[in-house]
């Protein structure tokens, strides 16, 4: 297709600001930057950088995160999400060396299942400097199983008469993103939902020393392209601002949206980079990847949980 730069800078210009209105989902936005790109529509010397608008978009989220919930959970949230987050990234790596994929999307489609989805693959991304298509590719791996979650879930919680209480642990534990894991929870009870949205807080804030454990790792292999994650310590801060100045709450709110919108923007500019060869280089293999995590995950923890 044809078009010149002009109408392609305006069609970019409506998708980004569309990216920050209920219209787009994360998902909806990574789909239409792929069509995009695959349509062969390309925006050239774009002023904006993917990476700083990720980074921008964690610290920014951060402020929607809850300290003292966080602590007031942590005695039995903090060891459910330490199990479950090591488990799940030692049988990613273990895994994507029997698959023989590349150690990047394995650890991308790890931190995505162990931690929170897409905002866990934007920090590690940002660590291990990956291909873009291998971004890309971890990020449909996880939504497509993130969206099924959320209808899939609450039946499977009905079927086996879980409580609100258990439900919401399950929940906060096995599905990605915190979206999926509110609207599950939200279906299930008032209780579960209360009980889901805090444990997710907990188990999100494993993107910080997972971050931090990968970009070492990634030293120590010769890795130089490997970066400490700054954008990690400010997120941190972030977190504690709100929590000691709260007579900010309402601006917090506001700088937490933003973070949200910014994640879809960027899955956006992610999805245009994307081409077909460099899809067709990662594979089934990853989706298999994906599904043996998910399904561990999800089985092992709701195991657990009954026989609590």
Request: proline residues 3%; aromatic residues 10%; glycine residues 8%.
């Amino acid at each position: 297709m044809n078009l010149s730069q002009r109408k392609i800078q305006l069609i970019y210009g409506t998708i980004a600001a569309l990216c920050f209105t209920p219209i787009l989902s994360p998902a909806i936005a990574l789909v239409i930057g792929i069509v995009l790109s695959m349509a062969g529509l390309k925006l050239k010397n774009t002023p904006l950088k993917t990476s700083f608008i990720l980074q921008a978009s964690i610290v920014l989220m951060g402020f929607g995160m809850n300290l003292k919930e966080v602590i007031e959970t942590s005695q039995t949230a903090f060891v459910e999400t330490a199990v479950s987050v090591i488990c799940v990234m030692s049988l990613g790596i273990v895994l994507g060396k029997i698959l023989k994929l590349d150690s990047n999307v394995s650890l991308l489609i790890a931190s995505g299942t162990a931690i929170c989805g897409g905002s866990a693959i934007a920090a590690v991304s940002n660590v291990l400097n990956p291909k873009k298509y291998q971004i890309s590719f971890s990020l449909a791996v996880i939504f497509t199983l993130n969206a099924l979650a959320l209808f899939i879930f609450p039946k499977i919680g009905h079927y086996f008469h879980l409580s609100q209480s258990t439900f919401g642990h399950w929940a906060a534990i096995a599905i990605h993103d915190t979206s999926s894991v509110v609207g599950a929870g939200a279906i299930y009870g008032e209780k579960a939902l209360k009980i889901a949205t805090t444990v997710k807080l907990v188990r999100a804030l494993w993107i910080i020393p997972v971050s931090i454990i990968i970009s070492f790792s990634q030293k120590k292999q010769g890795n130089s392209k490997a970066q400490l994650p700054y954008f990690i310590f400010i997120f941190v801060a972030a977190i504690l601002i709100t929590y000691l100045v709260p007579s900010g709450q309402n601006t917090y709110e506001h700088l937490s949206w933003i973070g949200k919108k910014g994640m879809i923007l960027a899955l956006f500019f992610i999805g245009t980079d994307i081409s077909i060869k460099e899809t067709k280089e990662a594979g089934w293999k990853s989706f298999l990847l994906g599904i043996l995590l998910w399904i561990s995950i999800a089985s092992g923890s709701l195991l657990i949980l009954i026989n609590q």
